[in-house]
């Protein structure tokens, strides 16, 4: 019988730097063999006498690779963005489910299209998704980003937006006060609704801060997007990946087994889940 706590020794091949504080982590398993994940579930990451904690893969899929966009804010992550590359971390997962893509032709969105919301990190859990757009999603489906930061500089993979708009994806930015230099839209996501043109017929999936979750939840009412078509990603203090400690329970829910994914008509009704 397979041990769900064991981890994985994983070595570090690739660091990138990113936004402040921010560092994108490329591994390896040291044993041979391609890692599958969905877009959207997450992994537990263990460095012994450190810790472990959980993270969303990020990177492009059926890879021999796996990647993770980690900020420095603890005790294991400080010792992460410490680490060089041929060092070596434990990993266990994924668990959960992610975004509603299948892997198979037909593809959940039902011939939607594709609205994404994130603010701060939020990209991170959906840079797969983006990455492997013509394996999740249907040829002609369009893809449109509302990005969201503090500051120009704490928008993350900065370095790929021209070649995603190359891909025929849009992607619309926006900062929250006036800084020199910038030239686009000012102010919080939800100003992009008014500023920017929706694209119709479509999903929305979210992703960020949990405060920024109620107010876009209004502006995607005003442009008439039904509860069924709305995803959001849940922040929860996962712990077990397993649904045992119960550390991330939302309601009879657990982001770490039923989430982090959940289709808003799902969730809407229970207290404190947005």
Same mark, same amino acid.
């Given at each position: 019988?397979?041990?769900?706590? @064991?981890?994985?020794?994983?070595? !570090? !091949?690739? !660091? *990138?730097? &990113?936004?402040?504080?921010?560092? @994108?982590?490329?591994?390896?398993?040291?044993?041979?063999?391609r890692y599958h994940f969905a877009p959207g579930q997450i992994i537990e990451l263990s460095i012994p006498g450190f810790g472990e904690a959980p993270f969303a893969p990020c990177g492009a899929p059926d890879k021999e690779y796996f990647e993770l966009c980690i900020r420095n804010v603890g005790k294991l992550t400080d010792r992460l963005h410490a680490m060089k590359v041929g060092d070596t971390v434990g990993i266990r997962g994924p668990y959960g489910n992610g975004w509603p893509i299948s892997y198979n032709k037909k593809h959940i969105t039902e011939n939607k299209n594709l609205l994404i919301v994130v603010g701060g990190l939020g990209l991170v859990p959906l840079r797969?998704? *983006? @990455? =492997?757009?013509d394996k999740?999603? =249907?040829k002609n489906t369009k893809v449109q980003i509302f990005y969201g930061a503090r500051t120009p500089a704490d928008f993350l993979f900065r370095d790929e937006y021209d070649a995603w708009r190359k891909y025929g994806i849009v992607i619309d930015l926006t900062i929250d006060k006036e800084c020199a230099g910038w030239h686009d839209c000012v102010g919080l996501v939800t100003t992009l609704f008014d500023k920017k043109r929706v694209v119709n017929n479509a999903?929305?999936?979210?992703?960020?801060p949990p405060i920024m979750y109620k107010f876009v939840l209004e502006q995607l009412k005003t442009k008439h997007f039904a509860d069924k078509d709305i995803y959001v990603s849940l922040e929860r203090r996962m712990h077990c990946g397993l649904g045992v400690c119960q550390h991330?329970?939302?309601?009879? @829910?657990?982001?770490?087994?039923? =989430?982090?994914?959940? &289709?808003?008509?799902?969730?809407?009704? *229970?207290? =404190?889940?947005i």
């Open positions: 019988m397979k041990n769900p706590y @064991l981890s994985h020794p994983a070595k !570090i !091949i690739k !660091i *990138i730097p &990113q936004a402040a504080n921010m560092k @994108l982590f490329r591994f390896k398993f040291v044993r041979e063999g797969t998704l *983006i @990455l =492997g757009k999740y999603l =249907g999903q929305a999936y979210l992703c960020g991330c329970a939302v309601g009879h @829910l657990y982001t770490c087994k039923d =989430g982090p994914v959940f &289709q808003y008509e799902q969730i809407k009704n *229970i207290e =404190g889940a």
